[in-house]
C-alpha cells in the first residue's frame, strides 16, 4: 500500500500510533486557503485526533512517483461531503516529511463559456 | 516529460496542435466545484484558446503512476496567482481521457485549533 493511503487509513481508522508512524518527527502540514500551518508529529495527531464531528474519509485517487505523492480524498461530516486534494513530500526513508491540502468550494461558473460547457445538475 | 507535464507546458506555449495531441478524440473535463463539463478535443482546445487574460502557469508538483497522475499548478493572470489541483486519467496509448481539476480559494481558519497552528502572514 503507498505511505499517502496508510496515511489516510490509519486515520480513517483513528489508530494514532500508526499514523504517526507514517510522518517524519518534524512533519509541517500546509493548509494554504487559511494560511495555517502545523509543524511535528504530536501536534499533527493532536490535531487530527481532536478534529470534530463523525467523519469519515474515502481516498478516491492516489498517484506516488519518486518525488511524491498525491491524493483525492472524499471527506464525509454530518451528511455533507467534500473533496480535499493533498500532495505529500516524502523523506529519503520513504515517510512523508509534509503536505500542502487544500479543499475547494463550490463557486458559480464565469459567465462567457457557456457555448463550450455543460453544467451538470448535483 | 510526463504526459500531464506535457499537458502543461503545451498550454503555457498556445501550441494548440500540441496540447491536442496529448489528449484523446473524447477527453471529459470536469471541474466539480461549478459543476461545468467540457467533452471531446475540439471544446477543450477551444475553451483554453479563449480562456480570458494574459495567463501563465508554471507546474509546482508533477506526480505519475500506472493509474493516472496529479499536478499542481501556479496560474498567474492580472497580477494575481492561484492554485490549480488536476487530477488525470490515462488511456491505454498514455494520453490523457480525462481530468479533475480544483481551484481552491482562500477561508478563514475555524475557530478551536488556534492552540495547534500557526498562521502564515501572506
Known amino acids: 500500500m503507498s505511505i499517502a ?3 489516510w487509513e490509519t486515520l ?7 499514523f ?6 518534524d512533519v509541517v502540514a500546509w493548509w494554504p486557503q487559511s494560511r ?3 509543524r511535528g508529529r504530536e501536534a499533527l495527531v493532536r490535531f487530527m485526533a481532536e478534529f470534530p464531528g463523525d ?10 512517483d519518486s518525488t511524491g505523492a498525491a491524493t483525492l ?5 454530518g451528511g455533507e461531503t467534500v473533496s480535499g486534494a493533498t500532495f505529500f513530500e516524502l523523506a529519503s526513508d520513504g ?7 487544500f479543499w475547494p ?6 459567465a462567457g463559456r457557456e457555448h463550450l460547457v455543460d453544467r451538470v445538475p448535483a
Not at 20 to 25: C, L, N, P, Q
Not at 55 to 64: C, G, S
Open 5 to 7: 493511503r496508510t496515511f
Open 12 to 18: 480513517e481508522a483513528r489508530d494514532w500510533e500508526a
Open 20 to 25: 504517526g508512524a507514517v510522518v517524519i518527527d
Open 36 to 38: 495555517e500551518r502545523v
Open 55 to 64: 467523519w469519515h474519509l474515502r481516498v478516491e485517487r492516489d498517484h506516488v
Open 73 to 77: 480524498i472524499a471527506f464525509t461530516s
Open 95 to 101: 515517510r512523508i516529511s509534509g503536505f500542502t491540502e
Open 105 to 110: 468550494e463550490p463557486y458559480e461558473p464565469p
